[in-house]
């Protein structure tokens, strides 16, 4: 299993950024896959989740804000944040769980006010 994340950056406060994050060694479109974030000296926290049907679920933080969305054709799922604000700064990853918990890399996301 490999998850590879890309689109992080810096942005100012209001922008807009679409992460990604392409999947390897797995059966994609069967599985939920997430978002998470973690910002410095702070735990790691679930951003938003996908089912394998497409049903999502957003932490209330980034709420209206942030769209999760898949494309099992390519094997990624990607994440649309939209009016960023300074607290969105963070790692984000994208995970996956098998058995165990897989993770991409992380992308970094910081927000300038």
């Known amino acids: 299993v490999q998850l590879q994340a890309s689109g992080g950056g810096l942005v100012q406060a209001g922008g807009s950024l679409r992460l990604s994050c392409s999947a390897f060694g797995f059966i994609f479109s069967i599985n939920n896959m997430a978002w998470y974030r973690q910002a410095p000296g702070k735990q790691r926290e679930l951003v938003a989740l996908?089912?394998?049907?497409?049903?999502?679920t957003y932490a209330d933080a980034v709420k209206a804000r942030f769209t999760i969305s898949r494309d099992n054709a390519k094997n990624t799922v990607y994440l649309q944040m939209n009016s960023l604000k300074p607290e969105d700064t963070a790692d984000y990853y994208c995970h996956i769980r098998i058995w165990k918990d897989y993770w991409g890399q992380g992308t970094q996301v910081t927000v300038s006010s």
């Open positions: 996908i089912t394998s049907s497409s049903s999502t």
